[in-house]
């Protein structure tokens, strides 16, 4: 329910938005949008979950090391076992640019582990769920990765992280694998391309 309600949000400012600030760098954005989507996934898991507590995307400043320490800090809490890890737009570079490849990603960790996951494609109305041991869904269907056994077969995805480091990095993991394997993809949303492999 609380990705729906962001990807209505989403949906209604799909011709792009205006970027309110950039984080660690001109490529790290965030628009007015971001805050109101996390704003309204905190509220609804909140009053249905009171005790449990929530890290969004929103409330880290930029960099791994800040991302690191959130998230230690909200695990090392005392009292609060189940935690929500949101990123309220996953794709914002792509949701500036009016692009339909943004939406946001939700996880639900209990006592520091991982054990529910959703994305909802806002834009194809393809909601995507998955149960530690109980597989993956799309809209209630039963999903499954491909079936490709040769890495020459199969289409990899890859990221475009704003940090130089993490830019460096998959440059360098490009180079490798684009002559081994059919083609890359870089769409610009870790979100929807990890449920897509799932799918």
Known sequence: VASKKAGNIIVGNAGGAAVAERKANSRDLLTLIDPMCEAT????????FPSHDFLGEEDVAPGKEASA????????????????????????????????????????????????????????EELFTAIKGKGAQMNGETISVGTQEDIGDAIIAMGSPPGEES??????????LMPACRTIRMLGSAAIMLAWVAN
């Open 69 to 124: 320490a959130a998230l230690d800090s909200k695990l090392s809490a005392e009292g609060k076992d189940w935690l929500w890890i949101v990123d309220p737009i996953d794709g914002t570079s792509n949701f500036v640019h009016g692009m339909p490849l943004c939406m946001p990603s939700v996880a639900v960790a209990y006592k520091g582990e991982v054990i529910v996951g959703v994305i909802y494609d806002p834009h194809r």
């Open 167 to 176: 830019m460096q990095m998959s440059l360098k993991g490009i180079e490798k």
């Open 41 to 48: 996934i905190r509220d609804t898991v909140l009053a249905a």
